[in-house]
C-alpha cells in the first residue's frame, strides 16, 4: 500500500493534519491572552480568544478535523505543555472549575463544522458561530458551578446567578467574535479549501 493510497482510505491528507496542528497552536496563542492583559479575568474566569479559534477550526477543517484539533489541545495541555490559560497545563487541570471550558471547545468544533458542512450560506457560518458560542458558554459555566459545588472551594455567596452574572463581561466581546468567526471562516473557507470528512 502507498503513502497516498495510506492517506486517502483514512481520509486526512497531510495538509488537513497541518491545519489541525494550526489551530491547536492557535488555541494555546488565544489561551494566554492574559498574560500580556492580566485585568482581562473575572471571576477567575480568563477572558480568551479560545472561542473564537475553537469556532473558526470547526467552520474551516469541519466536524472531524476541528474535533481533533481541539482535542488535541486539550490532551497536549492535559500531558503538561503550559498551554491552558496563564500557562496552566498538566493533569491536574481536569480539577480545575475552568476545565469545562477546555472540554466544549471539542463539541464547540464539532457542532459548528455539522452545522457548516451541508450549508455554505454565509448566514450559516454566522449562525453557526453563534450557537458555538452558546455550547461553550452552556457546557462550560454549567461544569463551573458543580466544580464550585463538589470538589472547588466556592467563594463567599456563590450561586448559580453568580456563576453566569461572571460571564456578563466577556460576553459582548465573544458575541462579536463569533459573528467575526462566521464571517471570516466563511471567506478563509473558500481560500483554504480544507478537505472535510
Known sequence: MTTATAKTKSGMSALSLVYSGMFAALMMIGANITAFAPFLTVGGVPITLQTFFAILAGLILGSRLGAISMTVYMFVGLAGAPVFAKFGG??????SPTFGFIVSFIFVAYIVGKIVENNGH???YILAGLVGLVINYGFGTNWMYFAYKLWAAAPDAFTYKVAWLWM???LPKDIFLSVLAGIFGHRMYKVLKVRRG
Open 168 to 170: 456578563v463581561p466577556p
Open 90 to 95: 498538566g493533569f491536574g487541570s481536569i480539577i
Open 122 to 124: 454565509l448566514y450559516s
